[in-house]
């Protein structure tokens, strides 16, 4: 994906990332419940919709992010899926074990892939986040599927209203964390990601099921659609990253 349809990593981007976390929660189990295809069978759609927005960015010269968040809607809908699939057929330790291996293999590759650039992109990127090229985006799909399940985990545990205020919490700590830091961001910049995925899981299952709210799930999906898109719309100062081209 083009440097300039990539935002800036700060306040605005973590916030949006958090609300699509949610918002992919909701839409995914939507989309499951109201498809009527299996889980498996319904990434084929959202991996046609992927392809179809990677193959209008590049061709827009022109900055803007609408293609990035389209796609981290998309990747975090289809993990949401796949994690729910796979957690019925495979046992809960041994899944966690897989995902955790999965995310640090895809946050490795992507890490080879930001050492190819030249000295001085691969030092902006340490102070972003990685290049969003193939390896880039597998690794945000590993950590989609990640939270899923550990969202999943957390809330079975303590409860979807607790493992909400919790994991809101250690999202903030973990991006305060990363705000602090001047350098060599990289690895937690993966892990804030992770935690942020595993904090929506629990947050959009909180709205669409908690018996007090009496939200529902349609409704849940509309309300965390509608505040993703209005958070982007309305916090401005996103920006565009002046680094190289990376291919997807």
Known sequence: MKSIHIPNVNARYWCAIAMASLFGTNLGDLWAHNSG?????????LAILAAIVFTLEKRDRAPRELYYWLVIAIIRTGATNIADYFKKIIAWPVFGGILIAVMIGTAIWSLQSLNSGTAEEIEAERHGMPQ???????????????????????????????????????????????AGLRGHRFWLYWLV?????????????????????????????IITGAAFIALLAVWRGGGARPLRVATT
């Open 37 to 45: 295809l299996n889980k498996l069978v319904g990434l084929i759609p």
């Open 132 to 178: 969003a090229g193939l390896a880039y985006w597998c690794a945000m799909l590993s950590a989609g599927v990640f939270g899923t399940f550990f969202g999943d985990v957390t809330l079975h545990t303590i409860g979807m209203g607790p493992a909400s205020l919790v994991l809101g919490i250690v999202v903030l700590g973990a991006v305060g964390l990363w």
């Open 193 to 221: 990601v992770a935690i942020a995925r595993t904090f929506g899981t629990a947050a959009g299952d909180f709205l669409a099921e908690d018996p007090t709210l009496h939200i529902g799930l349609p409704v849940s999906t």
